[in-house]
């Protein structure tokens, strides 16, 4: 006993010793995990400016560069535009599909204009999705004077992708052309369309090109510029690289056999274009881009339409990244991860935006560090970049897209507002968009919202 | 037929035409301020002195210059890496379409996925006016066919 005692005591200053030790350890890594903390977060910081500023700076210059090859790949040699119509080997029967709601005082020039199309053998059948208001007398009319024209009636508003879903399975073709029924279809666009089905067995679906009417607003203006200067680049891009974000649900045509592979459009994504595009793609199926299926269309022209209809698109993309992040966790779906992960940047670009911004808003009410103090464009030569980057930007879209539509040039003097108001809206419809997905409850079905058609 | 572009600004009023031009002009003219810093070098080297510009100090045009060469190797980076993917899977691919047609979708196919007959699909593909019944949860319950309005009965009063 009394050598035990005396073991214990004998270790007392060893253990002193250690524990001594071990607290200037923990001190000095406590303090380098501080000053590495610190040294992060202020250059993390830093990081998070210079990626705000120029991420969507070298996004821009990626959508020409891939633009450009496009157009000298591909659309240079496609004739003297769309009205030069290509031969094609055959001519299968198509079905277009106009899924309508509340269209009453639109949808008879919509159809109209269908009949006028410059291909041999057609359908139409027009879907009335519980419409309030005169939209299926007009259609019953449409139907009885037209032979091509069919009526499908949902006696109860079931929403887009139900129309769609129902008009495909009742349509008598395989190949499924999709406008909306505010939309005029150029009448050479179906031959344009369906070259891409013919030339390409595995080709699930084709987008068309989106031309706006809607013109007499600023906003009517910016969305022209846009389309072209911005959307029209981005599909070429991202052909070039093989794999796209999304049909326009404007204008998309599809294979119905590829639709019944991957079970049609779902009902409970708020956008049932971007999802049908990822379920194609995601079953290997091609989806081409023809920029000479003019589709003429309706935007919105007041900020409320625009932030309605933006919004409804940001979360539509959140809500694909939220639905297929684990599908795509295999090696054959290799080309769709770059797809996902530049949405996935864009949307945590809009988040550093909201960050950089209220840092920019505190710098004025609160005295921050340097550090963290947001600079000023101007004058600087960030500034210059940013100059230079929207000069490109319009002068190769405005190369690119004028072959679609005479005239266009005109447009790009209200464009000057288009990074502002692109950057403004963008952040805030992706920022709410991203929480709207995460907050809505699985398995929401999708229902028709009357949109704003502009001013008319 | 009304025109393709609707472009009617009598629809607006005065004062919101007058703002928009005013508004885009202005920020013409903030896009021109974005020139200030290149303007200024021009008119350096150009030897006028204007009172409102500085001169620019060499050894900033330096890393000016050194960030500029980094910002086009990384726009040469992600356009070459694009371009060398598009030339990877033109050679790859181009004239060799490798992966099977997948055959039509047949009529007993879709009339099995429905759970129909195949006489009753055709039937339905063939009739001009068809109404949907759905159920709550959006599953059809029953199609038949829609009335067709008449010549005759639209002229009736």
């Given at each position: 006993?009394?050598?035990?005692?005396?073991?214990?005591?004998?270790?007392?200053?060893?253990?002193?010793?250690?524990?001594?030790?071990?607290?200037?350890?923990?001190?000095?890594?406590?303090?380098?995990?501080?000053?590495?903390?610190?040294?992060?977060?202020?250059?993390?910081?830093?990081?998070?400016?210079?990626?705000?500023?120029?991420?969507?700076?070298?996004?821009?210059?990626?959508?020409?560069?891939?633009?450009?090859?496009?157009?000298?790949?591909?659309?240079?040699?496609?004739?003297?535009?769309?009205?030069?119509m290509p031969e094609l080997p055959a001519y299968p029967p198509v079905?277009?599909?106009?899924?309508?709601?509340?269209?009453?005082?639109?949808?008879?020039?919509?159809?109209?204009?269908?009949?006028?199309?410059k291909y041999p053998n057609y359908?139409?059948?027009?879907?009335?999705?519980?419409?309030?208001?005169?939209?299926?007398?007009?259609?019953?009319?449409?139907?009885?004077?037209?032979?091509?024209?069919?009526?499908?009636?949902?006696?109860?508003?079931?929403?887009?992708?139900?129309?769609?879903?129902?008009?495909?399975?009742?349509?008598?073709h395989e190949f499924?052309?999709?406008?909306?029924?505010?939309?005029?279809?150029?009448?050479?666009?179906v031959v344009w369309i369906m070259r891409h089905f013919l030339s390409g067995p595995?080709v699930?679906?084709?987008?068309?090109?989106?031309?706006?009417?809607?013109?007499?607003?600023?906003?009517?203006?910016?969305?022209?510029?846009?389309?072209?200067?911005?959307?029209?680049?981005?599909?070429?891009?991202?052909?070039?690289?093989?794999?796209?974000?999304?049909?326009?649900?404007?204008?998309?045509a599809?294979r119905?056999?590829?639709?019944?592979?991957?079970?049609?459009?779902?009902?409970?994504?708020?956008?049932?274009?971007?999802?049908?595009?990822?379920?194609?793609?995601?079953?290997?199926?091609?989806?081409?881009?023809?920029?000479?299926?003019?589709?003429?269309?309706?935007?919105?022209?007041?900020?409320?339409?625009?932030?309605?209809?933006?919004?409804?698109?940001?979360?539509?993309?959140?809500?694909?990244?939220?639905?297929?992040?684990?599908?795509?966790?295999?090696?054959?779906?290799?080309?769709?991860?770059?797809?996902?992960?530049?949405?996935?940047?864009?949307?945590?670009?809009?988040?550093?935006?909201?960050?950089?911004?209220?840092?920019?808003?505190?710098?004025?009410?609160?005295?921050?560090?340097?550090?963290?103090?947001?600079?000023?464009?101007?004058?600087?030569?960030?500034?210059?970049?940013?100059?230079?980057?929207?000069?490109?930007?319009?002068?190769?879209?405005?190369?690119?897209?004028?072959?679609?539509?005479?005239?266009?040039?005109?447009?790009?003097?209200?464009?000057?507002?288009?990074?502002?108001?692109?950057?403004?809206?963008?952040?805030?419809?992706?920022?709410?968009?991203?929480?709207?997905?995460?907050?809505?409850?699985?398995?929401?079905?999708?229902?028709?919202?009357?949109?704003?058609?502009?001013?008319? | 037929?009304?025109?393709?572009?609707?472009?009617?600004?009598?629809?607006?009023?005065?004062?919101?035409?007058?703002?928009?031009?005013?508004?885009?002009?202005?920020?013409?003219?903030?896009?021109?301020?974005?020139?200030?810093?290149?303007?200024?070098?021009?008119?350096?080297?150009?030897?006028?002195?204007?009172?409102?510009?500085?001169?620019?100090?060499?050894?900033?045009?330096?890393?000016?210059?050194?960030?500029?060469?980094?910002?086009?190797?990384?726009?040469?980076?992600?356009?070459?890496?694009?371009?060398?993917?598009?030339?990877?899977?033109?050679?790859?691919?181009?004239?060799?379409?490798?992966?099977?047609a997948?055959?039509q979708?047949?009529?007993?196919?879709?009339?099995?996925?429905?759970?129909?007959?195949?006489?009753?699909?055709?039937?339905?593909?063939?009739?001009?006016?068809?109404?949907?019944?759905?159920?709550?949860?959006?599953?059809?319950?029953?199609?038949?066919?829609?009335?067709?309005?008449?010549?005759?009965?639209?002229?009736?009063?």
């Open positions: 006993m009394t050598d035990k005692r005396m073991d214990w005591e004998s270790l007392v200053p060893w253990a002193s010793a250690i524990m001594q030790e071990i607290g200037i350890f923990a001190q000095a890594v406590i303090q380098g995990l501080y000053r590495i903390g610190e040294w992060l977060w202020l250059n993390l910081f830093h990081f998070l400016l210079e990626f705000a500023f120029f991420y969507p700076l070298f996004m821009a210059y990626l959508w020409m560069i891939g633009a450009v090859i496009y157009y000298v790949r591909w659309e240079r040699k496609e004739g003297d535009g769309p009205q030069d079905s277009i599909i106009v899924p309508c709601h509340n269209e009453g005082d639109v949808v008879r020039e919509t159809i109209e204009f269908l009949l006028l199309q359908e139409i059948i027009a879907v009335n999705d519980g419409s309030t208001d005169n939209t299926l007398d007009i259609l019953r009319e449409l139907a009885a004077k037209h032979d091509a024209v069919r009526v499908i009636n949902l006696e109860s508003n079931q929403g887009k992708a139900m129309a769609l879903n129902t008009a495909a399975l009742l349509a008598k499924l052309i999709c406008i909306d029924g505010d939309a005029l279809l150029a009448p050479e666009a595995r699930g679906a084709v987008t068309g090109n989106p031309r706006i009417r809607t013109r007499t607003t600023l906003l009517g203006k910016i969305q022209v510029g846009e389309f072209s200067a911005i959307i029209g680049l981005i599909k070429r891009a991202q052909r070039i690289y093989g794999r796209i974000f999304t049909v326009s649900g404007v204008i998309g599809f119905k056999s590829a639709l019944h592979r991957v079970g049609y459009w779902g009902t409970d994504m708020i956008t049932e274009d971007i999802d049908i595009s990822w379920r194609l793609q995601l079953d290997h199926w091609d989806i081409r881009y023809e920029p000479h299926a003019l589709c003429w269309i309706l935007m919105p022209e007041t900020l409320r339409g625009l932030w309605r209809q933006r919004l409804r698109w940001a979360q539509g993309g959140a809500e694909v990244l939220l639905r297929y992040f684990r599908r795509l966790g295999m090696w054959r779906r290799r080309r769709m991860w770059m797809v996902y992960v530049e949405f996935l940047v864009s949307v945590f670009w809009a988040y550093t935006m909201l960050v950089t911004f209220l840092f920019w808003l505190a710098g004025y009410v609160i005295e921050l560090p340097p550090q963290l103090v947001v600079p000023t464009m101007l004058p600087s030569w960030g500034g210059v970049l940013l100059g230079l980057t929207c000069l490109f930007q319009f002068a190769v879209s405005l190369f690119i897209d004028s072959r679609y539509e005479k005239g266009i040039g005109k447009i790009y003097y209200w464009l000057i507002w288009y990074p502002l108001i692109y950057w403004v809206i963008s952040v805030m419809t992706t920022v709410a968009g991203v929480v709207k997905a995460i907050l809505k409850k699985k398995g929401t079905r999708a229902v028709w919202v009357s949109p704003d058609r502009g001013v008319r | 037929m009304r025109e393709l572009i609707i472009n009617v600004p009598s629809v607006q009023t005065l004062w919101q035409r007058s703002t928009s031009v005013i508004f885009t002009f202005v920020f013409w003219v903030v896009w021109f301020f974005l020139w200030i810093p290149l303007a200024t070098l021009i008119a350096w080297y150009l030897g006028i002195d204007l009172v409102y510009f500085q001169m620019f100090e060499l050894d900033g045009f330096r890393i000016v210059m050194k960030d500029f060469i980094r910002f086009i190797l990384v726009v040469g980076l992600l356009g070459g890496t694009l371009g060398l993917w598009a030339a990877y899977n033109y050679l790859r691919f181009k004239g060799r379409e490798k992966r099977k997948l055959p979708l047949s009529e007993h196919t879709l009339a099995d996925y429905l759970g129909i007959d195949i006489e009753i699909l055709k039937g339905y593909q063939q009739e001009r006016a068809l109404s949907v019944k759905f159920d709550d949860s959006g599953r059809i319950l029953a199609i038949t066919r829609l009335q067709e309005a008449t010549d005759e009965g639209e002229r009736k009063p």
